[in-house]
């Protein structure tokens, strides 16, 4: 198994050589998982950190919903391959601190989940959960190189999580509320959270939704997962 520091060692590569932003949001975030209790985080349970100003009754109700985002995750994908260290913050300061932003959530590669207050829910969980599970599945090397493009990657990461903010109910024939019109972003930075962003989600949602509907469930994502990991594209895969 990977060292904690090995992974915030790998974390702080990865995300400098990527872009300049990851240079200043790199350093906090592997410091966390080098030395948690540095950034102020305290072990729970398992892989999961909470933040030491947590109360009992907080820390857990974020357990709580930490296994019900890992059940929903596991009833999509049949079985778990990624095992994440969770950081979960309890005041907005300490989601600031790690170079959260706005976001609710931070999927790292396949290493880590990052939470923050409002981020502590089944659906954000499970959300970036299948970010983490889909790229242990291919690999941290395809994963740097975005070999799975990042509509597809988010669009599924809403099927999972069941997201109703942009997709209908699961037992309605076709559960799209907004039609895909041409081709969506693949890359990382025309997802980072907009006013615009809504409509994006909810783009690739509808295009994965009825891909996976289309192909008979669930098991056809594995299966598409498993041929990029074995070295085809995505193109030729989907």
């Not at 709580?64 to 095992?83: C, D, P, Q, V, W």
């Not at 089944?122 to 299948?130: G, L, N, P």
């Not at 989600?201 to 056809?220: E, V």
Request: glycine share 6%; net charge positive; hydrophobic share 45%.
């Amino acid at each position: 198994m990977v060292s904690r520091l090995m992974k915030a060692i790998v974390l702080a590569i990865l995300l400098i050589a990527t872009t300049a932003a990851g240079l200043a949001a790199a350093y906090p975030m592997a410091a966390a998982m080098a030395c948690p209790s540095c950034l102020g985080f305290k072990k729970d349970s398992g892989q999961v950190y909470v933040e030491d100003s947590m109360t009992p009754q907080q820390q857990t109700a974020a357990l709580k919903t930490i296994a019900m985002a890992r059940e929903r995750l596991r009833r999509f994908y049949g079985a778990i391959e990624s095992n994440p260290e969770i950081f979960i913050c309890g005041e907005d300061h300490c989601y600031r601190k790690i170079g959260g932003g706005k976001s609710r959530g931070m999927a790292i590669l396949n290493l880590a989940l990052f939470l923050s207050p409002k981020g502590v829910t089944v659906t954000i969980a499970s959300h970036e959960m299948s970010h983490i599970e889909l790229h242990t599945r291919i690999g941290l090397i395809k994963t740097f190189r975005r070999d799975v493009p990042q509509w597809f990657d988010e669009g599924v990461a809403v099927v999972v999580s069941d997201d109703d903010r942009y997709l209908k109910p699961i037992s309605s024939p076709d559960r799209c509320l907004v039609e895909p019109d041409g081709a969506l972003p693949t890359t990382r930075s025309a997802w980072i959270e907009s006013a615009a962003s809504a409509g994006l989600y909810a783009k690739a949602a509808c295009r994965a939704s009825r891909w996976i509907a289309d192909h008979d469930g669930p098991r056809a994502l594995t299966r598409l997962l498993e041929k990029i990991a074995a070295g085809e594209s995505f193109e030729m895969a989907y």
